[in-house]
C-alpha cells in the first residue's frame, strides 16, 4: 500500500446538504442532485437562522414569565418592577423575530419555488447496494416539523 500514490490521487470531503425524501441509504446520488441540494441549503439558511432567534427569544420570554409569576407570590416591588420592564421589552422582541421569521419564510419559499422549477430535470437516483430492496418495506413515521433538523452528510472522492 503506497499511501503517497493514494494520497495524492484521491481526495475526500466531508460535506452537509439538507435532508431530501429522494435520498435513500445505498443509492448513488449525482452530483446535480448535490449541487441543487446545496442551493436549496443556502436558500433556507436565513430562514432556519431566523426560526433559531425566534426559538430562543420565545423561550427567554417563557423563562422570564415564569420568574415573574413566582415573584408576585413573594411581593418584591423593587425587583418586580424591573422584571416587568423585562418582560415587555422581550415581548417586544418576540414580535419582531416572528415579523422577521414571516419576512425570511415568505422570500425564501418563493426562491424555493423558482429553484425547484428550475432542477426538475435531474436525472433520478441509481440504485447501488448490496442490499435487497424487494425483501424490505419502508414504515411510515411522523414526523414534528418543529423539533426535527435533517442533516445529511456524504462523502466525495475525487481522481486528480
Known amino acids: 500500500f503506497n499511501k503517497k500514490k493514494y494520497s495524492s490521487s484521491y481526495s475526500t470531503t466531508m460535506t ?39 426559538r430562543n427569544l420565545t423561550r427567554q420570554l417563557y423563562k422570564i414569565e415564569n420568574l415573574y409569576q413566582s415573584m408576585l407570590s413573594k411581593i418584591d416591588v423593587i425587583n418586580l418592577a424591573k422584571l416587568f420592564a423585562q418582560k415587555l421589552l422581550s415581548r417586544k422582541m418576540v414580535a419582531r423575530a416572528l415579523i422577521e421569521y414571516a419576512q425570511k419564510f415568505l422570500v425564501a419559499q418563493d426562491a424555493l419555488y423558482i429553484h425547484e422549477l428550475a432542477s426538475q430535470g435531474l436525472e433520478p437516483l441509481q440504485v447501488e447496494s448490496p442490499c435487497d430492496f424487494s425483501q424490505c418495506s419502508p414504515q411510515p413515521y411522523s414526523l414534528s416539523f418543529d423539533s426535527l433538523k435533517f442533516d445529511v452528510q456524504y462523502f466525495r472522492n475525487e481522481g486528480n
Not at 29 to 51: H, S, W
Open 16 to 54: 452537509s446538504i439538507p435532508y431530501d425524501p429522494s435520498l435513500v441509504l445505498g443509492n448513488i446520488v449525482n452530483k446535480g442532485k448535490i449541487k441543487a441540494l446545496q442551493v436549496r441549503a443556502e436558500i433556507q439558511n436565513p430562514v432556519d437562522v431566523a426560526a433559531e432567534k425566534l
